[in-house]
């Protein structure tokens, strides 16, 4: 038996290979070299090398466009456990109408019912009017379109939640009368309705939103600092504003517009929330005009996912 000295074909083997072959063999015996090792390792890394860009990838996108300030989260995360335990309340009132209902069959006092009726509608409205405070310190994002709605309509789910299973038990109760059924059916009805209206969100408030007003007053100001009232449904440039100098304003707050927010909840979360007088006058200064606004905010907000992807 003869040995051979086989090299690598791209000269890439830190040693050589000895394989056995015997003497009549003219051509020699192929063994497998570091060279198939290291492209296995380099096809595994191109493997692998996607995967890390993929996760990268998906922290960004987790990244929210817009975050509250510690004392904001921390308020509206109180708001959310007032409200929880409101509803909570709304729900065990609920649970003694039925069970009071159903103990007593037709042999009832109609008042006693409607009372605890009342009682859930109170609890219910004040549950989802903290909810929406807490909403507006600490807003949904709009990329998951269920979560959102979910998030800021819970106050009418609740609603739903705290008087559809008294109405179905009402109506198919076989041991009260006809006029019972229709006015303690009808009361709660009438109630389920109105505390869902008194908590739904109609305009609700979102990271998105916020992060694009906050956007327009960077662009126009060079700061987020803005200015209003503790009842007024706009928040201003200038604390010189021609509607700020009326005599029933006794009170300015300045901060951010997530400060607005959280101080006022009535300040709207769409472009027309910013004071027009006060725009006109940071565009006049500026001399721009409503499109070098526009231009001016996508380049700001295409700098910002330029720097969030290094």
């Given amino acids: 038996m003869a040995e051979k000295k086989i090299t690598s074909v791209k000269g890439e083997a830190d040693k050589d290979k000895i394989v056995k072959s015997t003497a009549s063999e003219d051509k020699p015996v192929r063994a497998k070299s570091s060279t198939a090792k290291s492209e296995s390792q380099e096809t595994v890394e191109k493997t692998e090398a ?30 959310r456990i007032f409200a929880a335990l409101s509803w909570l309340a709304a729900i065990g009132a609920q649970v003694a109408n039925i069970i009071y209902l159903r103990q007593n069959g037709s042999d009832i006092k109609l008042w006693i019912p409607l ?26 994002s709009e990329k998951n379109k269920f979560l959102f709605f979910m998030q800021s309509q819970l106050g009418m789910i609740v609603a739903i939640v705290a008087f559809l299973p008294l109405v179905v038990f009402v109506f198919f109760n076989k041991d009260m009368d006809g006029k019972q059924k229709g006015i303690i059916g009808g009361v709660a009805v009438i109630a389920m309705i109105l505390v869902g209206v008194a ?47 009326s005599d ?32 006109k006058r940071a565009l006049k200064a500026k001399n721009w005009t409503e499109d070098d606004l526009n231009n001016a905010v996508a380049e700001a907000n295409e700098a910002k996912e330029s720097e969030a992807k290094k």
Avoid at 57 to 78: H, L, R, Y
């Fill in 50 to 79: 996607p995967t890390e860009e993929v996760k990268k990838a998906s922290k960004e996108k987790e990244e929210p466009v817009w975050k509250p300030s510690k004392e904001n989260k921390g308020k509206a995360t109180q708001y």
């Fill in 115 to 140: 009372l605890i009726i009342a009682v859930d509608a109170a609890f219910a409205v004040l549950g989802g009017f903290l909810w929406k405070r807490s909403n507006q310190m600490d807003p949904p």
């Fill in 199 to 245: 908590g739904a969100d109609f305009n609700p408030p979102s990271q998105e939103k916020y992060a694009a007003q906050a956007q327009v007053v960077k662009t126009l100001t060079d700061q987020d600092l803005v200015y209003g009232t503790k009842s007024g449904e706009k928040y201003h440039l200038y604390a010189d504003c021609q509607y700020l100098k």
């Fill in 248 to 279: 029933n304003v006794k009170e300015l707050f300045e901060g951010s517009v997530e400060d607005l927010h959280a101080k006022n909840h009535k300040i709207g979360t769409g472009e027309d929330a910013l004071c027009s007088a006060c725009k």
